[in-house]
């Protein structure tokens, strides 16, 4: 026979090897799948509550260490026992089905009673490919009842779950909302037990977990209210290591009642010993897409067009130059002092041949310096050359002056020493 391989990827999940293998002499065909990435670092466990007949055609990536669970039915497939293979949920229930009957006409001639109870357990798991069990939690109160049963008739559509757990990580289950969430879908994340990690074949490490290394690699969650509507939400925080910079934590926000988005940056680190003045000089349309961490303390100039944004503005953002620019455009814009019926017709018309400059800097038509200033020396810009030096990027340090050493509270600051004596009042 013939074995065609195939590498895709599957949307909001990742690559996998899909291999066939088919017989011109018998015509027997069989495919597989394979994950194309490595074991990953935690366990999955996807729970699907199974609603409607179309929750039967969602895509299954199933690994041969996976172990697929029908609680209701006390149904489980172990790990092992089955090839991996990219089928549906109701692929799953038709390949269990053909297992179950493959041996039927030799238990019914050497054990009836056995063949008969396997015939009645086939009959359920083919009753829940139509979504109308009576076996199910909804209709828990007609246990046993034929379709016919009026009460069963007017209860709401039942609800199956099936639970797919894969130690190794690499099983999915198809969210046909992506990438919005799925109620009925629960994904679960956790960490192999040894056990587990032995069966997959991995090297036990004895070594205590470093508690720092999983925060970098872990998305935390904790709960909010939205700004906009004051609807419970959810934001998420990441650690993430710029290159050549510093650590800095990500924070976003996503309301699912009013569809508010918003994203925050903050430094990871202590306030540098010097301030930090960052200036670019823009030459080329690329120079768009560089990196830009802008923190809450920084403020940004553009001499060419005599701008100026104060810091606080915009708050912490981790960006690209692109972006920024067109933040600040939106926050021109949107200036009530410059709007409405107070704004005078001189205003409108520099506030329109300001915006119609930017956009010129944005398109890259225009050459103009772009300067952060950054008291603190939290920010950064993006050098291309890196580690080389970049010729139209300048950085410079300087110490910072009293002024602006009290605006970041560093004045009355003691980090050394205060426990001995009393601090000295102002």
């Not at 894969?166 to 999915?172: A, E, K, R, T």
């Not at 994340?189 to 991995?202: E, I, K």
Request: hydrophobic share 35%; glycine share 6%.
């Amino acid at each position: 026979g013939m074995t065609r391989l195939l590498l895709t990827r599957i949307p909001f999940f990742k690559e996998i090897i899909v291999s066939s293998f088919s017989c011109d002499s018998c015509s027997w065909s069989n495919t597989e799948i394979q994950s194309a990435g490595r074991i990953q670092e935690q366990g999955v466990r996807y729970s699907l509550a199974v609603t409607s007949r179309q929750d039967m055609n969602r895509e299954v990536v199933k690994t041969d260490c996976a172990t697929v669970r029908i609680p209701e039915l006390d149904f489980e497939i172990p790990p092992f026992t089955q090839k991996g293979v990219l089928t549906t949920i109701e692929g799953i229930i038709d390949r269990a089905v053909a297992g179950l009957e493959q041996d039927q006409p030799l238990r019914r001639a050497t054990d009836g009673e056995v063949a008969d109870k396997i015939d009645e357990f086939v009959r359920k798991l083919k009753q829940l490919k139509e979504a109308c069990s009576p076996f199910t939690f909804v209709s828990r109160m007609c246990v046993g009842a034929a379709p016919s049963c009026p009460r069963a008739s007017s209860l709401s559509p039942p609800s199956l779950l099936q639970v797919i757990d894969d130690p190794s990580g690499n099983s999915f289950v198809e969210n046909p909302q992506a990438p919005q969430k799925d109620d009925a879908l629960v994904v679960t994340r956790y960490r192999r037990t040894p056990q587990q990690a032995a069966m997959l074949g991995l090297e036990l490490d004895e070594k205590p977990a470093d508690t720092a290394e999983d925060l970098r690699n872990e998305v935390l969650q904790f709960s909010t209210n939205c700004p906009e509507c004051n609807a419970p939400a959810s934001t998420n925080m990441k650690l993430v290591q710029i290159p050549h910079f510093k650590e800095v934590i990500i924070m976003a926000t996503n309301c699912d009642s009013c569809g508010h988005r918003t994203n925050e940056v903050k430094s990871g680190g202590a306030i540098e010993a010097q301030g930090t003045r960052i200036t670019l000089r823009i030459t080329d349309p690329s120079d768009m897409t560089r990196d830009l961490l802008k923190s809450e303390t920084c403020s940004v100039e553009i001499p060419e067009l005599e701008f100026e944004l104060g810091m606080g503005a915009l708050g912490g953002k981790f960006t690209t130059l692109e972006g920024l620019l067109k933040d600040i455009r939106d926050l021109v814009e949107r200036n009530p002092f410059t709007l409405g019926d107070s704004s005078t017709p001189s205003q409108a018309e520099k506030l329109q041949e300001f915006l119609g400059k930017l956009q010129e800097v944005i398109e890259g038509k225009t050459k103009v310096h772009f300067v952060m200033d950054d008291p603190a020396g939290n920010s950064y810009l993006q050098n291309v050359y890196a580690p080389e030096e970049d010729p139209e990027l300048t950085v410079q340090r300087y110490q910072r002056s009293f002024e602006q050493n009290e605006e970041l509270g560093l004045n009355d600051m003691r980090t050394e020493g205060y426990e001995l004596g009393d601090t000295p009042g102002r």
